[in-house]
């Protein structure tokens, strides 16, 4: 299988126009390759979490330019991070941040890369077909563009990056699931201004069911995330009523007193969950390749980060001319793996300590005392996830 040359479309297609698409489709512009952006969604679209970018997020934005526009667009900067279990209660001093709207954020950033000459498409479904080490062949359906035109509707891309989120893009056949999602079901909600909801800080109340995030959003709502354990609710329900009723039961455990609307519940699949990460000429990243917990918006520098790193994965095999050769020397989806492992051992290791953390009440009953304890371990946690890109 090679590349379709009879189709004008750019050779390498993203698949996913959340923060991890445009931050690949970005810094491959930036590195002088052309790609095709598609999304299912039309945007502004609203997401289920994701709202907190940290420090280590505007760092990597800054990469491809995009930090600034969105801080404009932020209320108060993130200044604290805030967990409680029942009257027990621990702060942490954040080094900056900010808290924006995913309906905003995603929509911004999408314009950006339009602007910018990326070849966006939204309302596109993408279906990848089949597989090899020479090209992906996808089908593209509701395709609509006033400057792209498709001489067949299942065209072949020599590289296609998945940045399909948490709904995994339909891709099991040829990047399996190493660890099938289980686990907590990621909830969320955009809840009406609560004057307890402070600006600028990240609330946490954690309890036997599961956790919930807090923060206030740039008009003032309230961003509610949660991972709920669906498996520890009475008599197994998992409706949207139950649902929202642990949540209320955590908060109010943890002394807040809100009422959780259950027809604004937003749900995801299992969050527990890692998969083969590249086959042949496709490659994972995101939330697509594996979930990482947001604590103080770790989950979205993780996202932003693995896009670039994939774009410079592709521009690196492109650049070094092994297209004009026909001799690939270290197939993409074995630099991809060696990359992509290389950087969640770099980053990762404090979010899956606190995740396991969280999945035992006892060890978050005792997680608190601990840190009220030993203070300096939580700031040295909240460095490490906050930690700016150092690669340029």
């Known amino acids: 299988m090679v590349a379709n040359e009879s189709v004008n479309l750019p050779r390498i297609l993203i698949i996913g126009a959340g923060p991890a698409g445009v931050s690949a489709a970005l810094r491959l512009k930036d590195r002088g390759h052309d790609s095709l952006l598609v999304d299912r969604s039309h945007f502004p679209r609203d997401k289920v979490c994701g709202c907190c970018l940290n420090m280590s997020a505007l760092s990597n934005l800054s990469r491809i330019g995009c930090d600034q526009i969105l801080i404009s667009l932020a209320g108060a900067p993130l200044r604290l991070w805030q967990m409680s279990l029942g009257a027990k209660r621990i702060d942490a001093d954040l080094p900056g941040g900010i808290a924006l709207s995913r309906g905003k954020m995603d929509a911004v950033l999408v ?73 907590p079901m990621g909830v969320g909600a955009i809840l009406p201004p609560n004057s307890e909801v402070a600006p600028g800080t990240i609330h946490m109340a954690c309890g036997d069911g599961g956790y919930v995030g807090l923060v206030q959003l740039e008009d003032g709502s309230v961003d509610m995330a949660a991972a709920i354990r669906i498996d520890r609710m009475a008599d197994g329900a998992s409706n949207r009523a139950a649902i929202a009723s642990q949540i209320e039961a955590i908060l109010s455990h943890a002394g807040w007193r809100m009422s959780i609307a259950e027809h604004l519940l937003k749900m995801t699949p299992p969050l527990t969950r890692k998969r083969r990460i590249a086959n042949g000429r496709l490659i994972a990243i995101g939330d697509a390749a594996q979930y990482v917990e947001p604590f103080t918006g770790e989950g979205m520098a993780w996202a932003i980060e693995s896009g670039i790193e994939a774009a410079d994965c592709v521009s690196d095999e492109l650049e070094c001319g092994v297209e004009k050769s026909g001799v690939r020397s270290v197939p993409l989806a074995d630099r991809w793996a060696a990359r992509y492992h290389a950087m969640q051992r770099r980053r990762q290791w404090v979010c899956r300590a606190v995740t396991y953390a969280l999945a035992s009440p006892p060890l978050t009953r005792m997680m608190i005392p601990a840190m009220r304890f030993a203070p300096w371990a939580v700031r040295l946690a909240i460095q490490r996830i906050n930690r700016q890109s150092t690669v340029r």
């Open 111 to 183: 314009r950006e890369a339009a602007q910018r000459g990326v070849r966006v498409v939204s309302g596109c479904e993408a279906r990848v077909k089949n597989v090899d080490a020479s090209g992906v062949q996808v089908e593209l359906i509701g395709f609509k563009s006033e400057t792209l035109k498709l001489d067949c509707n299942q065209p072949i891309f020599s590289t296609v990056i998945l940045a399909t989120g948490l709904f995994g893009g339909g891709v099991a056949n040829w990047l399996p699931w190493e660890l099938e999602p289980s686990g």
